[in-house]
């Protein structure tokens, strides 16, 4: 039977996006003959009656290797806690879901594929609960999403961050400094570990460890001492130190997450102080986030979209395309709600401890 299937991208964007989209697309199209409506900006399309988009296999065609996402990202605008100016100017916060309910039929939706992350998921559950159709793609950079062994935008993320401290690496050796990374990934330390093992970093700061930087500063003097005379520390945006506090650079405010970052500058002001050599500070920010997405990348983005329409068709609404082990499968949505973070004694953390690495 013919099906009009929508697709939108919520949260934040990450490279892959663009050949979920192609995957959803051609899929659906070749393989059932479905049409395919772009959705734009996330959930706030439904809510602002933003035009939608026909895609077909000419407008497609090109997005295999182009980073962002061609239907824009909100991580804003959830359906069920949405600010509304009232007519006195007072802004209230009020569950227009329902809307968004309706908004799905008038489009004329059998169903909808969301790509996105813990945000667009805990969404896309709730709406399921209410009658929606919707499968999901998890999303993000820092793969900090549980019930996936891995989440497509994580290995051109590290790409990008292990080049960077690559660069680094070359100038500090020239001028014998200390150099400081600070990379994304929220409260997991993914982004960091990986990164930090890839480049050879001789510290690694993650969230999952509170350090002590004294623990640093030793580290940096014994490779001093042993005629290393640069060193490179990676810090993670949501690392702490014991007894300390994350840094956020926006502060939590009326129910939305604050901004982390700043803990990068932190440990470079407290390692200026301990170690006889300059610092310097590096903060690699959204450039993690853009650009074209690896071949890893693109290759788990298309065998998350293309199961996610064989997810429609077999009308398993609520669950998410996953990867566990080498193969995609279905799980149910609210996996992607629980955090998946670094085990702080696990293998990894322990390889890199048995080749000298600080965690602080
Ligand atoms: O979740 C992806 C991510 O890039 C995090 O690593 C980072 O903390 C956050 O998004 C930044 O969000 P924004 O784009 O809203 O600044």
Redesign the pocket.
Known sequence: MSKRIGILTG????PGLNAVIRAVVLTARSRYGWDVIGVREGFDGFLTGLPTITLDEENVSELLARGGTILGAA?RGSPFARKVTLSDGSVEVVDVSHEALEHMAEIGLDALIVAG?DGTMSIAQKLVQMGARIVGVPK???N?LSGTDLTF?FDT?IRTATEALDKLRTTAESHHRVMVLEV???HAGW?ALQTGVAGGADAILLPEIPFDISVVCDKIKALKAAGRRFSLIVVA??AMPSGGEQSYY?ATQAGREG???GMGDRVGHWLADCVEAEVRVTVL??V??GGQPTPRDRWLATRFGSAAVHLVAQERWGTMAALQGNRVVAVPMEEALVMNVVDANGEMVRMARDMGVVFG
Request: zero cysteines; charged letters at 25%; a negative charge.
């Open positions: 949260g934040g964007d990450a991580n992350g993000t950079i820092d900090d935008g993320a994304m990934g929220r982004i945006e949501g926006i901004k982390l970052g920010g959204h993690q986030r």
